[in-house]
């Protein structure tokens, strides 16, 4: 059998051209990258390979960006929160910031453009109570109340790019020139990023593929005074504001924005914060400035006659490449870290691009191939998550990135890559071009609905956080389970649930915007939730969902879930409904211990009617209620594992009405999945595990049969 | 030596003559007493013992309530919420009722005396709207929203006394009457209620003590259709509603309250709400309408010659002990069951009687005193846990009740409660008039203050609740410990924290009565409280204190205390501090797993001056914060042990810089505590265990001497 080729991109490097050619080879890869730290040489450049160059736009231009210091990036950034003791008040507003960072704006007048905030009132200090001694990076407030506390919100400059400014830290660049972060709303840095452009454009002809990181605006990341990360959001719009932005907000929003609709009492509308009316106008006029200006970006490369490329992440705020306006910029492609089934998808799901390309870890570097140490294992459980996701919706193409001189003297590392180049290609001629079979079509309630789609619960991009694992399992094991996910917010609901969603889920913490907050006292809102239930709809809660003290009730959707949580108020009502169910059709697979992950403590049946799951610590933590012709799972948390994600499967099939299609594509085996596809009548059977499994599978039609599959393996059936 | 006699209750019985003199005799006692379903005989009442005689004002006089059931008491009860399906819903608000006790009340025009409420947009529906089907006892409104949830609130009559009707269904009395409650408010029963108690107290010239159990009102019992508790509430005020209550408010304070006042959502505003101005007006209205009452039965009582006691407990709505109308009632004294340290205390604790009585357990029920068990075993950690407390406060007396007769079948009970008798007069002999010794003095701040002295997280009287113990445990720690307690509220704190505080205490679940909710966002409040902490107060932190969202922060104290609570908003802030101490002055006694009851998640330092005691999980449990002058101790739960008791005390001398005051009247093991008179010159050591213990003891001037004590031993150390 001929050894189909391409879709894999490689890292490469200087003095490595032989090895490169070998690599490619090995791979069958088809492009060619540079990295962090590394630049292709001409010779590699020549190779039958697409060359795939990284550019900056709006830094490593330090020459223009010296000289243009009033064009530099800006933030609007918070002063610790200070109590006053007397009538007096100093805030050394800069406390906790990084001076090489961060430096207070002192061109734009303060009185005009900072605001200092009594945050015991809530009040705005008026200006003429405060000064600003500009030598001590000190604000004094007058006619203060004792014991109250005040902040003072400040323009500062940003002087270096966090992403370069966090490599030169930890790689210990030492004095190695800081990357000042230029800002493409000011006339010069505009002028200048396409002026540079087209002579960069010029001067690289063996570039194929200019690989954007990014365009404008850095999500936010700021360290402190030691040089540590001390905020960071990945969806941050802190670092794209500026006074010409403010201005051109009021032109165009009719209305302007206070500095406190950007720092937001500190919490700088982080994604969890149920988004403010002003927060979202300016994400969006955002978003149409970033776009329209990266088109013009974007043009130039396709004129030049090279494809473009955008790196999701680093400078990518403003183009969401889930809003509305990201089609506009016109990229090619774009290209995002894979560290799971959600990232995966984060980035095959994008729509308006010719491809997608997911970067694979690991990453190349010492810290994981150094001697002794076994990277197929971590290379291994990366493509296990990542394959379930890539058979619900593939990435078209895989690289890795790093030195690629490192990977190469761990041969059997470059083996499994290898497994897994031909094993990707397989799945892509397969599948690339046909609609995966799903049980159900499931929606996801949030604020952020489609904007944020495969997004939920993300602090800093691939890390792991207390308040989010419970949540993020869900959304893992939906990555890769034969359901149609989309992404809601309420004004969807508002307009009517689409008649085709057959499940929502709504699961987060209270009170964020994951869960809802204040959506929940909208009537609009619980009544629609509750018609489509009513009706016959499918609606699984996961944390606190609908939670939103008003009325009586915690749950707003307490009377759907069947459940509620108790936080004082109703103690003084007998609860007499603890009955745990031992079997029910959603936990049939489920043996030993459950994992619930961080506890939502003291949820309580609100009605007989109510069939309780799990029960334990005075509490439940599993349940299900019918309500009309509908149905409603509700669960504490639900953490990555096989367990779990057999439970929402079948708490999908059942709430959706569904049990009696679970055995169709379906094995019995907890680390055993079918992903099938009917329109070319073949299915795969796919091991997620890394050890041998003897599963009993049932195909489309519900017939069964026994297969012993390899660790890891996937293996295709056809149906004809 | 000669024994001292008296200060002893014993109930007794028809048929047991001898053996009540030989009990008497044994015990010292120099009182008897009736019980629940015992009848003193003329013999007994001719005893050389005062004599107690139950006495019920509002029931046991069904003669006189059938012929006036236009009199009977009333409540405000909410029916369930009832979602609309179309523009017409019916809401059969009986639902969930025990028609036994509950009736519609159709006397009163249900138009202006009952509420429906659109609980989706917390609007009334216009009466208009709603018609009423008195046969089958259901509410029609019409022009309803689809998918809206109803209630009804009815007004309805209260046919059965709950306490009796507890009795009643636990004793399976079939077929006997059942006890109508008839209404102090109305004229028939008012006049009533006086007439035949004077008819009775003539008709009772034995009795000694009118034992009144109690007054008018039952706090708030509701069974549900099977009979079995529906909603408790100890102090609710719910059953004390009528329209001349209604109408007699309204005239005194200048507004009408509505329906929804009283039953608040369905919370029936419970104690661990924060309570509405409507509600406090109601409470204050209702306490003096029942102490007017009230004062002219007891002054019928003394005009007769006897005296006059109150149960705390059953009808005493309207009396609450620490209100400030309490004393007008003119009461020689309080009886009240003691469970444990904290009951001890909130009887002992009132002011403005003659004396307090302790009705201890066990009970003589046939549910202890059977064949095979010990109840010595009840009755001694009884006694271990309410002695500490009156070490600290006496009861004037002790008591007893039930069946004398089946206590008397079990020798060794009757030797250790006569033991106990003996060791009680001993200690008051000592120390009935005289003060302890206290380390330092505490307030305990909450929404009620001095009113609810001892009485916070209470639900039902005397049962563990899971939103409670952790909370309870502080309580009870405190009960025994050589502090000065007091109650106070937020307007206390509005007024100035009074100058002899040493430390408050802060502890509760966020949003409710306990922690104070929205008193938080009040910047009198939380200024007074820097101010007292910053000049060097001291304050403790239990649960969510100062919780209440607003202004970028959780905990509204967090700069004094040191550390917030994650709730998702600030992820994005990333959170260094979380270097655990080895050695602290709090933890010093501290081996061994530390206990925090109920988890409050994702409590952080706010910075690196916070010092943490406890961090696992990747949160913390205890910290220690110096703010100003003054310090703060935080932890998470303080369910009852010895050795969270110890933790309290350290906190307490460690935030009020007593560290160098703790090593006085102190013992090192964590069962022995130490009670000192300066005024008489002596101490107590007391073996707070069931076991022998070899204790370091220090005396007043810090000098040690070791002991070894007896299971639960006391022993009497003078100083002179």
Redo the contacts between chains.
Sequence with gaps: MTKILGRITLPSEDNFYEETKECMARLGADAIRDSDGTKLPDNIKDLDAKIYTTYFVAREHNEFAKANLDEVQQFYLLSE?T?A?KDYVEIPFMKGYFKEQIQPDYRHDPKKWWEVIN????EIVDPKDWELNQEKDVVIIRNA?????YTVTFLADALWDPTSMYNHITNDWGDREHQIPFNAIKPNSSEFMEDELKRWLKDNPKTDIVRFTTFFYHF?LVF?EEG??????WF?YSASVSPEILDAFEKEKGYRLRPEDIVD????N?T??VPSKEYLDYIDFLQIFVTQKAKRLVDLVHESGKEAVMFLGDNWIGTEPYGKHFKDIGLDGVVGSVGDGVTLRLISDIEGVDFTEGRFLPYFFPDTFYEGNDPTIESRQNWITARRAILRKPVNRIGYGGYLSLAYKFSNFMDFISDVADEFRTILEKIENTKPYASAKVAILNCWGKLRSWQPYI??HGKW????YSYMGMMEALSGMDMDVSFINFDDVKNGIPKDIDVIINA?????AFSGGKYFAD?EI???L??FV?EGGGLIGIGEPSAY?????YFQL??VFGVDR?????????K?HNTELTKHFIIEDYHGMYSFG??I??IYAISENTQILEYSD??IHMAVNEY?EGRAFYMTGLPYSTANTRVLKRAIHWVAHKEEELHKYFADDLNVEVAAYPEIKEYAIVNNSDIEVEAKVFDGKGEEFTVILEPAEIRWISEE
């Design positions: 929160y109590t003791l945050r015991t009132t809530d109340k004792a014991y109250h506390q936010t402190n540590k990360e001390k905020y960071v959001d941050g009492q500190g919490y700088y982080s969890y914060r602090v800093a956080y207390k308040l989010s987060g913490d209270a009170y964020t009537p619980v009544s629609e509750r018609r009513y003290q008003y009325n009586g009730h307490h009377d108790e936080i004082g108020f109703s103690q003084s009502t007998n007499y961080e506890n403590g003291n005075h509490e009309g």
